[in-house]
């Protein structure tokens, strides 16, 4: 999916997880944390969702 520092990837990430009903925090343009990007879990239920999220757009990108 991309390496720490690389913007470019953590916005993809950020946009593709909204787009699976998921809301983290995007960091990438934070001096210092450049790249990054922010999860909060509060509920095991929204735990769940991030990792099938995740999991569903690593698999897309092959990067599973």
């Known amino acids: 999916m ?3 520092g690389d913007t470019e990837s ?5 946009s593709d997880l909204v787009a699976h009903g998921v809301l ?3 960091f ?3 001096p210092g944390v450049e790249g990054c ?3 909060t879990v509060g ?3 929204d ?3 991030f990792l099938t999220a995740l999991g569903s757009i690593l ?3 092959g990067d599973s």
Do not use: F, T
Not at 10 to 14: E, I, M, N, T, V
């Open 28 to 30: 990438s343009a934070w």
């Open 10 to 14: 953590s916005a993809r990430l950020w």
């Open 24 to 26: 983290i925090r995007d």
């Open 2 to 4: 991309g390496k720490h």
């Open 59 to 61: 698999r897309e990108s």
């Open 47 to 49: 735990n769940d969702a």
């Open 37 to 39: 990007l922010r999860v």
């Open 43 to 45: 509920s095991r239920g």
